[in-house]
């Protein structure tokens, strides 16, 4: 229970990272498509940005939990540190909950509507 209220809780503050993300680069997003810019480039560009922030923090609690299973080996039932298995399901559910996150906002970047964003600034 802990560990997916710690998924969603997770999941919700990359998600409002990237709101925030995309609210202040509206200007710069309209201005893209204005001059051209395909949607399906600037939902590939907030994208692989979430995705750089979710596999930073990967990596980072990849060394952390590699660093946390030596000091706390004794405390495992039924698994060894390194399983291959449970690291590969933990690493696929927080792929999965970061592209959930990252998704929704991507999908609004690449739906603005250039000529409204404009004239608003």
Do not use: K, Y
């Not at 990849?62 to 030596?70: E, M």
């Not at 990252?102 to 000529?115: C, D, E, K, S, V």
Request: charged share 10%; aromatic share 4%; hydrophobic share 60%.
């Amino acid at each position: 229970g802990f560990a997916l209220l710690a998924v969603v809780l997770g999941a919700l503050g990359l998600f409002g990272v990237a709101a925030h993300e995309v609210a202040a680069r509206r200007g710069e997003l309209a201005l893209r498509m204005a001059l051209g810019a395909d949607p399906l480039r600037i939902l590939g560009m907030i994208a692989g940005q979430g995705a750089i922030m979710v596999g930073t923090g990967l990596a980072a609690g990849s060394l952390l939990s590699i660093w946390a299973t030596r000091r706390l080996s004794g405390l495992l039932f039924a698994t060894s540190p390194f399983d291959p298995l449970s690291v590969g399901a933990a690493a696929a559910t927080l792929i999965g909950a970061g592209a959930a996150a990252i998704l929704p906002q991507a999908l609004r970047a690449a739906r603005t509507n250039p000529m409204a964003v404009l004239r608003s600034e």
